[in-house]
């Protein structure tokens, strides 16, 4: 399984990936490098910031949790912290992490996170 290593707030985050042509196409974009995506807070339950390029959706009705990352009308990059319920594209999960722990990492307010994938 592909990781996906977001920092922000001086913390590492580790994802496992999905497998579907939109993390496909991350991957792709990743693979020259890292990405860095300003996000902004949203109606308090998750992070949201746009990718440089679209990505090709694989949209379904998906219940959300904390910790789930997703792709949003192709090109915004998503970090939930609590619950949602929308047609959107599963791009993984953050490991191991409570949803304390990930609304203390993620702060209130605007982040700067670095996207990479695992070597």
Known sequence: MSKLIIEVNGCN???TLTDNSSVAALKKLLADGSVTIDMHDFSNFE???DFPTELPTNDEQ???DYGD???YLGKRFVIYYDKNSWNFT???HIDNITQNELKSILGDGDVTA???LEK
């Open 90 to 92: 599963k791009l993984g």
């Open 114 to 116: 670095n996207l990479s």
């Open 47 to 49: 992070k949201v910031g």
């Open 69 to 71: 990352l997703i792709l």
């Open 62 to 64: 998906i219940d959300t």
């Open 13 to 15: 985050l580790v994802a």
